[in-house]
């Protein structure tokens, strides 16, 4: 009925209207419920291939003591449960999950386009709704540690030295903004040791990537800070039509020198 009124974007923003607290409980109710559609945005069996053929890729002596993966844009944790699902075949218990995301919904951004998909506050997800998400998709309690806040506040040496993480060998980028994926990516420099391998969940969404704009830009800005990096693209690691995955190395010998990537 909802789909043949049309009435489906009338309601999406009239949901937004509502007080936080209310959509929290709406959004539990749902999850409650089973009633997912809206709220998963991944394709769950192509991502849960992609990552366990990543961790494949870095073989087992890059995912022991002291190595996380680490995911910044969490929303109700689908991704997340798709890792915990790859850690498990792969037999990469030692692996911890570590989620970033400001359980508010999208930040303002100032590289507004206008263009521009998202608002403020736009896939928003409280830690409740998250945590009772992924307790639906069997992930156990305690399982992924969380680090609720705005990414310029959070991102922080400080965090890095208490999360205790020594390495990232497997990060994924579901920010959107170039900002928001800059600071994480900024976040994760010290963290890549000799590879990594790094998800983009929305590389191409809204024509971004051809654009110069989003995930693409934050990337190609990234590398040029850090020349003891290269990039290369990974197509074989890509899920659904947005994404995009990049093989990152750290070329120490060459601290100095701009590389030649073929980012874009």
């Known amino acids: 009925m909802v789909d ?19 959509r929290s409980q709406l959004g539990l109710l749902q999850v409650r419920l089973g009633l997912m559609e809206g709220l998963i945005k991944v394709p769950e069996e192509d991502l849960i291939e992609r990552l366990t053929a990543a961790l494949e890729l870095l073989g087992p002596e890059t995912l022991g003591p002291g190595a996380a993966y680490l995911e910044f844009g969490v929303y109700v944790g689908t991704s997340m449960a798709c890792m915990y699902r790859a850690v498990a075949a792969v037999g990469a218990d030692q692996l911890r999950l570590i989620g970033f995301d400001s359980f508010e919904g999208m930040p303002e951004d100032d590289d507004h386009d206008p263009v521009w998909t998202w608002a403020p506050g736009q896939l928003y997800s409280d ?7 992924l307790r639906r998709l069997g992930v156990p309690s305690g399982r992924v540690e969380f680090v609720p806040g705005w990414y310029d506040q959070s991102l922080s040496a400080d965090t890095r030295s208490r999360l205790h993480i020594e390495r990232a060998p497997v990060i994924m980028m579901d920010c959107v903004l170039e900002s928001s994926t800059r600071t994480a990516l900024e976040f ?29 830009r934050a990337l190609e800005r990234w590398l040029a800070e850090h020349p003891e990096l290269e990039a ?3 197509d074989d690691l890509g899920y659904g ?24």
């Open 241 to 264: 039509k947005d994404s995009q995955a990049y093989l990152i190395t750290r070329r120490e010998a060459t601290v100095g020198l701009v590389p030649e990537t073929t980012v874009g």
């Open 232 to 234: 290369a693209p990974r």
């Open 4 to 22: 043949r009124l049309n009435l489906r974007p009338v309601l999406r923003r009239v949901f937004k209207r509502l007080p936080k607290s209310v």
């Open 188 to 216: 994760c420099t010290p963290l890549i040791a000799d590879r990594a391998v790094v998800f983009f969940d929305d590389w191409s969404a809204a024509d971004l990537a051809n654009r110069g704009l989003g995930e693409a």
């Open 127 to 133: 830690l409740r709704l998250t945590k009772a998400n």
